[in-house]
């Protein structure tokens, strides 16, 4: 099975710092996203990116960029958060867009 | 652009009443469809699938999705839900014809069983 490894379950950071937030897959996909989950708003897409040094903005990139340096990892940065940042983010990775995507645990990050 | 858009935002059945959770998306091009399901404090699964052929889509757990290519509308049933049901659902669709191909998902819906 794909396994989508995301490093941390929680994070509690301060208005204003940069935050960092990695995504791993261990099958070799090509295309990798991320969404936040908000209630009420179901997921919204950041960024994705379709291979190594590519990316794409989602539906809502503001604040947020991302690094894919190596195929198996996808970061996600928020270059200075926000309180308005605070949500619940999920990394997913699909070989192509006719299997669906595998998801992360997700990282609930709350911005104090 | 795509959207989707699922109409129910929480539901509550009781145990062994039967399910159907509305989803109806925007394109007028072909679309692949898909069933999330979300359990308390888990990660998102795949449910059920639609990419061409059969319109009626059997998935885990005995749930099924019937594809309505004129009313845009991919519902999620299962005739008799469990306890076990309880999580939240969220229909996805993939434009698959267009510049970018990427999954939009619908703001979901709580599913809540009544022992």
């Known amino acids: 099975d794909v396994k989508v490894t995301q490093s941390s379950r929680y994070l509690v950071k301060r208005t204003g710092e940069k935050v960092f937030l990695e995504c791993v897959q261990d099958?070799?996909?090509?295309?990798m996203f991320w969404y936040r989950q908000d209630p009420g708003l179901g997921l919204r897409l950041i960024y994705f990116s379709y291979d190594v040094k590519m990316k794409e903005k989602g539906d809502i990139p503001e604040g947020y960029s991302v690094s894919r340096e190596k195929k198996e990892r996808f970061s996600l940065i928020l270059e200075s958060a926000s309180t308005n940042q605070t949500s619940m983010y999920l990394c997913?990775?699909?070989?192509?867009?006719?299997?669906?995507?595998?998801f992360g645990s997700g990282t609930r990050l709350t911005v104090v | 652009a795509q959207s989707v858009s699922q109409h129910n935002h929480h539901v509550i059945l009781s145990e062994a009443a039967s399910l159907e959770l509305g989803c109806n998306y925007s394109y007028g091009g072909t679309v692949n469809l898909f069933w999330y399901v979300q359990y308390p404090g888990q990660h998102l699964q795949l449910l059920l699938k639609y990419f061409s052929g059969d319109p009626l889509v059997k998935g885990i757990k005995g749930f099924e999705a019937e594809f309505i290519k004129s009313k845009f509308s991919f519902n999620l049933r299962k005739p008799s839900v469990q306890w076990s049901d309880t999580a939240e659902y969220f229909c996805?669709?993939?434009?698959?014809?267009?510049?970018?191909?990427?999954?939009?998902f619908g703001s979901g819906t709580r599913l809540s069983i009544r022992p």
């Open positions: 997913a990775s699909s070989l192509s867009h006719y299997y669906g995507y595998t």
């Open positions: 099958m070799d996909h090509e295309n």
């Open positions: 996805a669709v993939n434009a698959i014809d267009s510049s970018a191909s990427k999954i939009i």
